[in-house]
């Protein structure tokens, strides 16, 4: 199975090829260092430190508060974090600068595997939620390098995927050192697939664990009386196709009840920030672009978020959010940034990608769903309207995210068997 896998991998790069090309229409940056992809990353990492692999925005988000925790436990362990998209490769850099190295990790193949791992020679490798390459997970077994799968999720569906693959699977299983799962449910999956007991906790989500920190909270207070002094704030973000023409229609009807209303629409690829552009245009509305650095005039309607790394900072700005993903089947983006802030968060019925914490902020009243743009009109009319019902579901929303913190100490202390001692 694993040489059929190999093969099959070598065989489709030269459609990886033309698909990054595709993707370089729109993204530039996917035309751009072809040679990380392939493991050639001497001079851009240090060798004897911690790699932490995260595919995409959404697991380096995550990544965050942890990566600042080892740099701060272990100071002088070299930290490589490497992630698959540029928007991601993006995110490490504004989140890090020159603290860590960053370069893409390779595809699952053997010969760029083992090329990335005699330059990297990681003591220890996290992997962020689940990204099972076969092929590293093999040359990280037999190089007997620990590898933990942090804040591990694995979905129904992917675990009957992995289930068909029988003893591939349970021997992939067999070379894991650990995995640190978000819930039993998740936990139960893993073990279903082979896993023993013995190389499975459950620490919680990472997901909980962010902050706002005083500095972010200065610079939202000085942005919001730059912006808006007066008006109230509605912010939509991560949205992804056919989610900005509902998000324009709803504050269309918005702008009718309160015309002094300002929206932050924050589309979640850069790529689409164009789209976002010219249906905002095609729609009439007055707007500015964030990139521009303008400050919004009282007329300005829209404010496009066409900037990267500064979603917890527009978050801080707004009344209310809607966090989009989830008004189509993409399964919802991050609800406990914008619950973080204190402010109602709203999304579409599609949140499979955060079923639990979702459930978690519904249960609180932390939560309001929504199917299409009436339903947003309404729902938003009623927490602008009443001061007191969005402090409520603002309230509520933070308070979920402080009950449920905790999953990283968890994870740091199952990490310190992997790591030398701390100096004192």
């Known amino acids: 199975m694993e040489s059929l896998y190999t093969a099959l991998l070598y065989l489709i ?22 040679a990380e992809r392939y493991g050639f990353c001497r001079g851009k990492v240090a060798p004897d430190g911690i790699m932490l692999h995260s595919v995409s925005v959404g697991e380096t988000l995550a990544a965050i508060p942890l990566v600042r925790a080892l740099r701060h436990r272990y100071p002088t362990i070299p930290i490589t974090v490497t992630t698959m998209t540029p928007t991601g490769s993006e995110r490490v850099q504004s989140a890090f600068g020159k603290n860590v190295h960053h370069v893409y990790l390779p595809y699952d193949l053997p010969c760029a595997m083992n090329r990335f791992l005699d330059t990297v020679r990681p003591k220890l490798v996290i992997v962020m939620e689940t990204e099972l390459w076969p ?22 569906r992917s675990a009957k995927g992995y289930k068909k693959l029988g003893n591939f699977t349970r ?16 936990a139960s999956r893993f073990l279903e697939l082979g896993l023993k007991r013995s190389q499975l906790t459950v620490t919680g989500s990472l997901k909980f664990d962010i902050s706002v920190t005083p500095e972010l909270a200065a610079r939202a207070i000085t942005l919001r009386r730059q912006w808006a002094p007066r008006r109230k704030v509605w912010i939509a973000t991560s949205t992804h196709d056919g989610e900005e023409s509902i998000i324009l229609d709803a504050h269309r009807q918005l702008l009718a009840k309160f015309p002094d209303l300002l929206l932050i629409l924050v589309p979640r690829h850069p790529e689409r920030f164009k789209d976002a552009k010219e249906l905002v245009q095609k729609g ?24 990267m790394g500064e979603l ?24 406990l940034e914008p619950a973080a802030h204190a402010i109602p968060v709203l999304m579409g019925p599609h949140i499979f ?12 009243d932390g939560m309001i769903t929504v199917t299409d743009a009436e339903s947003l ?48």
Request: net charge positive; charged share 20%.
């Open 284 to 307: 009439g509305f007055s707007y500015t672009l964030r990139s521009s650095g303008e400050i919004p005039s009282g007329s300005t309607q829209v404010v496009i978020g066409d900037s």
């Open 353 to 364: 990608n955060f079923k639990d914490i979702c459930a978690k902020l519904q249960q609180a």
């Open 377 to 424: 009109v309404n729902e938003i009319t009623t927490l602008l309207t009443d001061e007191d019902y969005r402090l409520y579901y603002g309230r509520h929303a933070v308070e979920v995210l402080h009950q449920n913190q905790g999953a990283l100490q968890r994870l740091l202390q199952l990490l310190q068997p992997y790591l030398p001692q701390r100096s004192h």
């Open 312 to 335: 917890m900072l527009l978050y801080g700005i707004a009344d209310l959010a809607f966090v989009g993903g989830s008004l189509v089947e993409r399964g919802g983006h991050n609800p």
């Open 135 to 156: 092929n590293m997970i093999t040359a990280l077994h037999n190089r007997k390098i620990p590898l933990v799968i942090a804040n591990a999720r694995l979905s129904e």
């Open 13 to 34: 790069q030269p459609f990886v090829w033309l698909r990054l090309l595709l993707r370089s229409r729109k993204a530039p940056a996917y035309r751009k260092r072809w």
């Open 171 to 186: 021997r992939l299983m067999s070379r894991i050192t650990l995995i640190a799962a978000q819930n039993e449910e998740d």
